[in-house]
């Protein structure tokens, strides 16, 4: 593709991600939430070798429009209610078109000074997310903010850290005996994390009467036990959102036996850590404890925050100490900018080395939203959970298995009087599969809560209205009682 094929060609793909949106918001049913294709649906479909000569880029278009989307699930879609929402707004396409132009891996200042913008919109989010001066680049402490592919990597350099710490104090590479601590219902990156770094890791049990948050006590108990056996507890992760429900782990009393007992804490705040820029859900989040005991907080730009895959904002308190555990620098590395100690090399705190230069993406999207515009975002997907909520408690069908946060619902159709947990559990896996028959109208996803299993519903997509979610509930309470009639 020469350069003039290039502008043509790019008009032209603009236009079809406008007639997409077009479709995604004045006719949605006209696509279908999610696809409906079997595994394997793409081999045999696109040739096994690739063309020996040029294909043209609209054949190519053409292709993947009819061969390869038909396997999409339409994350952007107002009817999507799965998972957690992984919403981006035009501001981010843009600007990742820019981005992709310039291609630049900016592993250091040297090979890309205007990496610079991170320092920069670090300290817009730590702002916007009401983190304190020491999360910040510019202010006083010796915190700040970097980009992190995924929050599964910002956790894996959260837990190096601590490591390196730990054994760089004890003057010791011995590893053997350290342990992390966790919950049950703590995303598994954590233990991945552990398991990439061959730790041995504590999951620890969590009941409805915390509301499946992770308490400082059973945090206090199980480092007691385990040192009496010998071990060396020296991190724990708390998670601020849930996966599976939302709970927010007791980060305040989490947080005061991480400190007693020197061991760093790790908030993972995945996906309710935007949230924060809404000055009214701060204390149920524990704002004031993050900022008083976290060490560390990723925060998925890429889920609520309007901005798309792969960003993640990751905060530490102590900067060094992410720099100390994952700075190596071979000869072919060193420039002047590095050995002047002024600049930040974004490749000492990150896992790669090339990274994706993801700021402008936030830079576009917060100038663009401005502080209000972005929390009008948020306000709106709370509103359109609390909306949802209504309707559900309207129907005496259903109940909800835990407390509700944000814009997520978990609940369930309610069994008979006196009906055993296996039969109400059939009971609700029958109803969500007979939901995921419905992929054409809605997408959902289900969990299992403390052996209760349960759907989760949850907003977020900007695409979506109250109109969405009202048909999106029409389908629910219709499916469940022919669910309820026919068991
Ligand atoms: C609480 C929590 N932590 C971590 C993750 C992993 O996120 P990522 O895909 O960015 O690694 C998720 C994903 O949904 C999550 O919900």
Redesign the pocket.
């Known amino acids: 593709m020469d350069l003039e094929e290039f502008k043509r060609n790019g008009y032209e793909t603009v236009d079809r991600i406008y007639n997409y949106y077009k479709s995604l918001r004045d006719d949605p049913s006209s696509i279908a939430v999610q696809s409906d294709v079997k595994p394997g649906y793409l081999r045999g479909a696109i040739a096994d070798a690739p063309p020996n000569r040029g294909t043209s880029f609209g054949e190519i278009q053409d292709e993947f429009r009819d061969v390869v989307l038909p396997g999409l699930n339409h994350w952007q879609h107002p009817s999507a209610f799965h998972?957690?929402p992984a919403n981006t707004s035009f501001e981010s396409m843009l600007s990742e078109m820019l981005i992709s132009s310039i291609n630049n891996p900016g592993f250091s200042w040297d090979s890309n000074p205007c990496s610079e913008l991170e320092l920069q919109v670090m300290d817009w989010l730590a702002n916007l997310f009401g983190l304190q001066d020491t999360f910040h680049h510019f202010r006083r402490g010796a915190g700040g903010g970097v980009v992190q592919a995924?929050?599964?990597?910002s956790?894996l350099v959260a837990v190096t850290a601590a490591r390196e710490k730990y054994l760089h104090e004890n003057e010791t590479r011995d590893q053997s005996r350290l342990v992390v601590y966790a919950s049950t219902q703590t995303?598994s990156?954590a233990s991945k994390a552990a398991r990439v770094l061959n730790l041995r890791i504590r999951l620890l049990e969590v009941s409805a009467e915390t509301e499946l948050a992770l308490t400082g006590e059973a945090v206090a108990r199980a480092v007691a036990e385990d040192r009496q056996n010998g071990l060396v507890p020296f991190i724990v992760v708390a998670?601020v959102?849930?996966?599976s429900t939302g709970a927010v782990d007791s980060v305040d009393s989490v947080g005061s036996v991480a400190r007693q007992n020197r061991l760093w804490m790790h908030i993972?705040a995945?996906?309710a850590g935007t949230h924060l820029a809404v000055p009214e859900v701060r204390d149920e989040l524990m704002l004031a404890a993050i900022n008083q005991y976290a060490d560390s907080i990723n925060i998925?730009m890429?889920?609520m925050g309007l901005v798309s895959m792969?960003t993640?904002a990751f905060f530490v308190r102590d900067l060094r100490s992410i720099t100390d555990a994952l700075t190596i620098t071979p000869e072919y590395l060193r420039n002047k900018a590095t050995d002047s100690g002024q600049v930040l090399d974004f490749k000492d705190c990150i896992i790669g080395l090339g990274r994706h230069f993801s700021s402008p993406k936030i830079y576009f999207m917060l100038k663009s939203y401005g502080v209000e515009g972005f929390r009008e975002h948020i306000r709106r997907s709370i509103e359109l959970g609390e909306r949802f909520r209504q309707l559900l408690k309207s129907d005496g069908r259903f109940e909800l298995v835990c407390k509700p946060r944000l814009s997520l619902t978990v609940f369930r159709l309610r069994g008979g009087e006196g009906s055993e947990i296996s039969s109400v559990n059939e009971l609700n896996r029958k109803f969500y599969s007979n939901l995921v028959a419905h992929r054409n109208e809605l997408s959902l996803t289900h969990t299992a809560v403390n052996g209760v299993y349960c759907v989760r519903f949850v907003c977020g997509c900007p695409q979506t209205k109250e109109k969405h979610v009202d048909k999106a509930f029409h389908v629910i309470a219709r499916v469940g009682a022919e669910t309820v009639n026919g068991f």
């Not at 995924?150 to 990597?153: A, G, H």
């Open positions: 998972y957690f995924s929050s599964s990597e956790i995303h990156s998670t959102g849930t996966t993972d995945a996906w998925g890429h889920k792969s993640v």
